[in-house]
T-cell receptor, first 111, second 111 residues
């Protein structure tokens, strides 16, 4: 089978740094994606890691390690508007390219 | 503006009454996909399409149909809706199969 595991909730302070982890159990996928979803809104694409290592996009960075079956999303200089749910996702090549999402991590930011 | 448009945004219907949720994208994307989102279950893929006339089942296809007669449109059809199909539905599209752009969502209630 395949699953992506994320913490259900994370709490951090405004201005701080937070890391949201995603571990997965699949042996064949193209890369790891991250999406952000605010309450009442649609998911929006944040980042994609095709290769191992760190990808940086402004305050957000994403990391992938295929050998460790692990990835994370790093959010720096947290702002209140970053309060949202964050989902990791993979496209599974061994399951006809189906997209599998993690159940999401709710990020709470304290002032 | 590049976007995925789905309609309607809200729909209340009765059990057994056939309905269609439309989805259209203006980005000439090859990949299109339908998801449902339920509390505690995250996003689950219903059907997806990698090109015109090519559709495949996702993780939860039962009770749904799709068609991809043109690249831009990917309607979701519920032939005989049941209360367990009450959910928030998202259509999404992608050029490469990664990094999807989502529509605004359709909140469906089946009574």
């Amino acid at each position: 089978g395949q699953s992506l595991e994320q913490p259900s909730e994370v709490t951090a302070v405004e201005g701080a740094i937070v890391q949201i982890n995603c571990t997965y159990q699949t042996s064949g996928f193209y890369g790891l994606s991250w999406y952000q979803q605010h309450d009442g809104g649609a998911p929006t694409f944040l980042s994609y890691n095709a290769l191992d290592g760190l990808e940086e996009t402004g305050r957000f960075s994403s990391f992938l390690s295929r050998s460790d079956s692990y990835g994370y999303l790093l959010l720096q200089e947290l702002q209140m508007k970053d309060s949202a749910s964050y989902f990791c996702a993979v496209r599974d090549v061994r399951r006809d390219d189906k997209i599998i999402f993690g159940k999401g991590t709710r990020l709470h930011i304290l002032p | 503006e590049a976007q995925v448009t789905q309609n309607p945004r809200y729909l209340i219907t009765v059990t057994g009454k056939k309905l269609t949720v439309t989805c259209s994208q203006n980005m000439n994307h090859e990949y299109m996909s339908w998801y449902r989102q339920d509390p505690g279950l995250g996003l689950r893929q219903i059907y997806y399409s990698m090109n015109v006339e090519v559709t495949d089942k996702g993780d939860v296809p039962e009770g749904y149909k799709v068609s991809r007669k043109e690249k831009r449109n990917f309607p979701l059809i519920l032939e005989s809706p049941s209360p367990n199909q009450t959910s928030l539905y998202f259509c999404a599209s992608s050029l490469t199969g990664e990094g999807y752009t989502f529509g605004s969502g359709t909140r469906l209630t089946v009574v």
